[in-house]
């Protein structure tokens, strides 16, 4: 409304489409973190990136191949749905990090740039004006942005936590079921989950797993995005350790699932902007997934034309480099570290009457949900008096990004967490 009013009478404002008038920068991860930039001085918990002593984790095949790229493998222009070389070498690490996948049954991993991209063109593909996709609350704030403002889709939020150890299966039960009336249900799963770093113990895995399949056998055509951004990042033994596409893929004729996982964050390289996009489902053959692999093409085309050169050449050099998997398994074990030293501090902290962590046990983060304080107030106390730098999500979560401060700086932090929320009330 701010934007629209201030352009209102230009003719800028006359010409905007709906979209247009839609779309805003909100004020969300992106400008926190861009303000925690100029003021965290003690740490700065707000980035999505796994930094260490200040310097971004990085594989050795990355680094040391940037320099080498012979001319064709950087500005030549890719083809759209990527070079082919790197499309057959990541489906082989999808079935090898996954080996309940059917690999007959999925389609080839067309390249996109970025997850954000793949996640904004499967919404191109599958969600019209007014139709509805179900979201976990709280969830990664760019959604709302891509399936509200740019697809104008309605966005069913459930509220994947209560106060217990895990999932909330019986929220999100109601809110599946409740969708399934209608004939057809699209949902958006994220795990490890950002901002809570949840992922699902093998029993809610499989309790969600029945749940989309009770619906399809039921009659409903569900559509089930896998937002596998962090995948890999594991810290606890009895989680689900494959992605819910493994299952999903092959599980019925009416569930179509679609994976969109990539190296921004497995492999370390968030700036290089590729990922994937795979679909799977019992009740497609080759020539379907031809057909709607064609369909994808049309939005990568219409849009970025095709994905980054290079950044696909140095993929096939990293997934190929002996050196990638110690190298990943040595940082999983540094961003482990942090994780037991915030799961100890936070235990030492039972029943909090304002800070309740969300359950959390993966990936880059773990959350506050703030009870009788305003998140938002909590990070502007803690940004201005005290240099840390955190996220709000909304009004009632405070998202702490342990990917990027250095284990010996969690306990302070943490304490000054705790103690600026209680001088809050
Ligand atoms: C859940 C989730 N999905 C997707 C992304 C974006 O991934 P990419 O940088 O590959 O676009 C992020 C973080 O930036 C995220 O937290």
Redesign the pocket.
Known sequence: MELNSTLENTVTGRLLSCMGRRLYFPNG?IAQSAEAKISAHVANATI?MAFNRDKPLTLSAVTENMSTFKPDEVVVYAPTAGIEQVRNIWKASIIEKNPSVEGGRISLPAVV???????SYTADLFLDEGQSVIVSEP??D??NLIFSERRGAEILTTPFFNSGPGLNMAAIGRTVRNAAKSGAVRIIL?FP???SGYTPTKAEAEGLISLIREIAEEGADVLVIC?D??FGLYYEDDIYQESLFSRLSSLHERILAVK?D?P??EEFV?GL???FLTFGSRGMEDRHYAALTKKLMGAIRSSVSCSNTSAQYLTIKTLTDKRTDPEKAKYRELLKERYLAIKQFVKNMPNHPILSPLPFNSG?FMSFKCNGINSEILRQELLSKHGIGTISLGEHFLRVAYSSVDKEKIPLMYRIIYNTAESLR
């Open positions: 991860i999505g740039p970025g997850i954000t991209a793949g996640i969830c990664w760019n959604y994220n989950n950002n901002p937002d951004a962090y969109i990539g921004t964050k968030w902007r590729t990922a880059y």
